[in-house]
T-cell receptor, first 105, second 115 residues
Framework: GIQVEQSPPDLILQEGANSTLRCNFSDSVNNLQWFHQNPWGQLINLFYIPSGTKQNGRLSATTVATERYSLLYISSSQTTDSGVYFCAVEYTLVFGKGTKLTVNP | GAGVSQTPSNKVTEKGKYVELRCDPISGHTALYWYRQSLGQGPEFLIYFQGTGAADDSGLPNDRFFAVRPEGSVSTLKIQRTERGDSAVYLC?????????????FGQGTRLTVV
């Protein structure tokens, strides 16, 4: 089956810093979502982005389907951005292992 | 409803017992998914319903796990003869139409602990 790899596994930032999270996948996909799992375990939808670029406030995402990767950009990070960020692909949502982000005040 | 609702939020059961976990999807969503998440891991796909039927149950780990969606709305995940290794957070998601080109939304999960 399709493999999803996320990097880095862990990321520690100071408040106000910018970051880039990466998601690589092993085959072509027609569905890709980014989620933020908050400390209470809730998976929050960030982007539905099988291709192209989208922006929502301080967050933006780009998927280059032909090269099998997607990037999530977080600008001017805040402590509330802390949590685990997941990329998931395909209609059954095959998840990567996530990137654990910690933003310190 | 406004979002995907899962009950109970927490369930503690003894090894060998039977449990049922409930998922109420977003109103009008025809596709429903179940996942299992162990500590430190990403959610793992279990089963996908399109309407009342299981369109893909390839993620169910063994025959102790079963899920139903009799009226195409609420779904129940059933686990027989629970084992300590079944302890995890069970997540449910729904989407408007399923398949490709569809965005899924998750409930808050049920934390199952088998003692």
């Amino acid at each position: 089956g399709i493999q999803v790899e996320q990097s880095p596994p862990d990321l520690i930032l100071q408040e106000g810093a910018n970051s880039t999270l990466r998601c690589n996948f092993s085959d072509s996909v027609n569905n890709l979502q980014w989620f933020h799992q908050n400390p209470w375990g809730q998976l929050i939808n960030l982007f539905y982005i099988p291709s192209g670029t989208k922006q929502n406030g301080r967050l933006s995402a780009t998927t280059v389907a032909t090269e099998r990767y997607s990037l999530l950009y977080i600008s001017s990070s805040q402590t509330t951005d802390s949590g685990v960020y997941f990329c998931a692909v395909e209609y059954t949502l095959v998840f990567g292992k996530g990137t654990k982000l910690t933003v310190n005040p | 409803g406004a979002g995907v609702s899962q009950t109970p939020s927490n369930k503690v059961t003894e090894k060998g017992k039977y449990v049922e976990l409930r998922c109420d999807p977003i109103s009008g969503h025809t596709a429903l998914y179940w996942y299992r998440q162990s500590l430190g891991q990403g959610p793992e796909f279990l089963i996908y319903f399109q309407g009342t039927g299981a369109a893909d149950d390839s993620g169910l780990p063994n025959d102790r796990f079963f899920a139903v969606r009799p009226e195409g709305s609420v779904s129940t995940l059933k686990i027989q003869r629970t084992e300590r290794g079944d302890s995890a957070v069970y997540l449910c998601a729904s989407s408007l139409s399923g398949g490709a080109n569809t965005e899924a939304f998750f409930g808050q999960g049920t934390r199952l602990t088998v003692v």
